[in-house]
């Protein structure tokens, strides 16, 4: 399956070093996506001067949430109302914001979808211009990627109901074909796209 153009590709580059990066960049591969605030901290200035945007994909720390702002383009992990108060204090120019939920995995972060809307009506309330512009989920790691089609299904729907346009990031190595045939169009990718 080719991944279509709608699809934005993030490089998800936990452990691997400034050299890795660079080539994959050079490769077309402009959105990276880190777990870590401190192994990004650590990049060198080179990586970080290139034209990249930086994507925080991990479980957000209250006490580095100021500097993963101002590090990062996006944030795909948001899950309680302190980090976007948080978000909102420090101004602009605001990271993309997107909302983890989470559909029963007691292992992952995120919030239920019950508490879904809520959250965006507070939030919406406390800072209009704060783009919180869609979902992102993590199921179960599963080595049969159709299993978690429903949960790609139930996001879907939930963007929809929520946002106008809504990104979903959706779909890691082992399950974006499935996501994007559900409607995913942000992929994270980590494995697979060293091996391109």
Known sequence: MKIPSGVRIIAAVKNRNDSELEKI?????????ENKLQEHLNRSEKIKSKNINWHFIGRIQMNKI????KEFKFIHSIS????????????????????QINLGDSSKSGINPTDLKPLLDVSRKENPE?????????????TNPEENRMWFREVKKLGEENFKKPLLS?????????????????IRLGRKIFEF
């Open 170 to 186: 959706m779909g890691t190595t082992q399950d974006w074909k499935v996501a994007i045939s559900e409607g995913s169009n942000i």
């Open 130 to 142: 704060l783009p919180i512009k869609g979902l992102m989920t993590m199921p179960p790691y599963t």
């Open 80 to 99: 309680r109302f302190s980090e976007i108060k948080q978000i909102s204090k420090l101004g602009p120019p605001y990271p993309t914001c997107l909302i």
């Open 25 to 33: 960049h050079s490769k077309g591969i402009q959105d990276f996506g």
């Open 66 to 69: 100021k500097k993963i702002s």
